[in-house]
């Protein structure tokens, strides 16, 4: 059961243009949503979060967005730079009960110069 | 400030063996997670461990067991390794109470299980 899915395995995006990877989730018990960065040979670098409560924030050239409803987050990269070709991850946790932490498949961001 | 490291990086192992990881926590962190990590997949949570206890477990088998020790540092123990957890192993500390709750990953150990 995987309760965090990130549909696009890959995207291509133009330098200077915005990049928006996007994740969905299926448990409403996640009060705790973040976007992590990984390179080769690295592990995962934490990049940006947000709470349940919020629908937005933003840092930088990074900016999450939270539809509860939708039970959907996405990561805008505005301007993308070949130095954001990585693979992303979205992870989500709860609190309730017995602490879980759960990552999505990742997408892999290239962005071309 | 000393981030987290992981020992060792690669590692080889017969199927039925058992396996020690281990991990040292960034400096001043208190949280520690272990996560799994196939090919083409996104890490899979293991557990948690926060001042010595385990505090949340992902759906792994008792065979997956893990200790952390007074100056935060963790090890993972594996028993009788199957072909299937050949993976990358990552271990990730934070601070609990932390108001992001982000975590800060070492750079993994490649285990392969033949």
């Known amino acids: 059961d995987q309760q965090v899915k990130q549909n696009s395995p890959s995207l291509s995006v133009q330098e200077g243009r915005i990049s928006i990877l996007n994740c969905d989730y299926t448990?409403?018990?996640?009060?705790?949503f973040l976007w992590y960065k990984k390179y080769p040979a690295e592990g995962p670098t934490f990049l940006i979060s947000?709470?349940?409560?919020?629908d937005k924030n933003e840092d930088g050239r990074f900016t999450v967005f939270l539809n509860k409803s939708a039970k959907h987050l996405s990561l805008h990269i505005v301007p993308s730079q070949p130095g954001d070709s990585a693979v992303y991850f979205c992870?989500?946790?709860?609190?309730?009960?017995?602490?879980?932490?759960?990552f999505g498949t990742g997408t892999r961001l290239k962005v071309l110069a | 400030e000393t981030g987290v490291t992981q020992s060792p990086t690669h590692l080889i192992k017969t199927r039925g063996q058992q396996v020690t990881l281990r991990c040292s926590s960034q400096?001043?962190?208190?949280?520690v997670s272990w996560y799994q990590q196939a090919l083409g997949q996104g890490p899979q949570f293991i557990f948690q461990?926060?001042?010595?206890?385990?505090?949340g477990r992902g759906n792994f088998p008792p065979r997956f067991s893990g200790l952390q020790f007074p100056n935060y540092s963790s090890e993972l123990n594996v028993n009788a390794l199957e072909l299937d957890d050949s993976a990358l192993y990552l271990c990730?500390?934070?601070?609990?109470?932390?108001?992001?709750?982000?975590?800060?990953f070492g750079p993994g150990t490649r285990l392969t299980v033949t």
């Open positions: 461990y926060y001042r010595e206890e385990e505090n």
């Open positions: 448990n409403s018990m996640f009060d705790y």
């Open positions: 990730a500390s934070s601070l609990a109470g932390g108001v992001y709750y982000e975590q800060y």
């Open positions: 947000i709470s349940s409560i919020k």
């Open positions: 400096s001043g962190h208190n949280t």
């Open positions: 992870a989500a946790q709860t609190t309730s009960g017995t602490y879980k932490y759960i």
